[in-house]
């Protein structure tokens, strides 16, 4: 397994987010085409699904990670969601609900671009934003202290437990973006006229939270990485490598799995011979 798996206490002070590794995107290229085969395979099984969950602070890359990590997946395999402020019908139900009618099918790979995860981070930075949702138990912020978010990353463990045990492989990586490299994206989107729509002044706003948003992170990766659900962290601080370490991660996790495509059955086998034929002598 990767050796950006989260195992024992995580002190995210001690984790790099620096690293380059030579001809990334070279060997990124080649694990694509990897990972298309796998769900090809995969979908003519159709016993798994496969959930990658992608989270990390503004400008950590994920939309980017997704567009060069599986573009060469079969677009129809492969499902995408972005998660950000409920609607109003998504407040009409538990919190979790709009996660699980978003969950890929059997056979595709969905990634959650922002995850149920959000329901301990901003919502923990944010608690007004609970208040807000109309939850009988949350009728103040003073009410949503640590108890209550330990109590929803618990909810969030039985979710993942649930649906692994039926048939939903998850990989849940945050890209770990140091706080001068998250500055120097945000003044690239203000310098380059192209890139100004990717800027919003709520960014500032929020950066100004980072560490706050920080403890929320590292407390989430040491209540909910297990063994079903593993938690990956990974240096986001090149593009180019944070890419080419997620995809290595993934194709090492679903090798383990030894998809294959079913056979034709016996009956149709022995008729393989007939069938040419028949198509032959049209």
Known sequence: MSK??????????????????KNAK???NKIRKELSKIQNTMYAEGKYAVLICLQGMDTSGKDSLIREVFKDVNSQGINVH????????????????????????????????????????????????????????????????????????????????????????ILKFFLNLSKEEQKNRLLRRLRLKEKNWKFSPGDLKERKLWDAYQFCYEDLLNKTSKENAPWFII???????????????????????????????QKYQVEIENYKKQLQNE
């Open 4 to 21: 950006y798996l989260v195992k024992g206490t995580v002190n995210l002070k001690e984790y790099s987010t620096k690293l380059v590794e």
């Open 82 to 169: 972005s998660f950000k402020v409920p609607s109003e019908l998504e407040k009409k139900h538990d919190y979790l609900w709009r996660h699980y009618i978003a969950l890929p099918g059997r056979g595709k790979i969905g990634i959650f671009n922002r995850t149920h995860y959000e329901n301990v981070l901003v919502t923990r930075v944010h608690p007004e934003y609970i208040v807000g949702e109309n939850i009988p138990s949350a009728t103040s912020v003073e009410v949503l202290n640590d108890d209550f978010f330990n109590n929803r990353m618990e909810e969030i463990n039985n979710f993942e437990s649930h649906i692994v045990n039926n048939g939903t492989i």
């Open 235 to 265: 240096p986001a601080d090149d593009k180019s490598t944070a890419r080419l370490l997620v995809a290595e991660t993934i194709l090492e996790s679903l090798k383990t799995y030894n998809f294959k495509e079913p056979e034709l059955p």
């Open 26 to 28: 070279k060997k990124l």
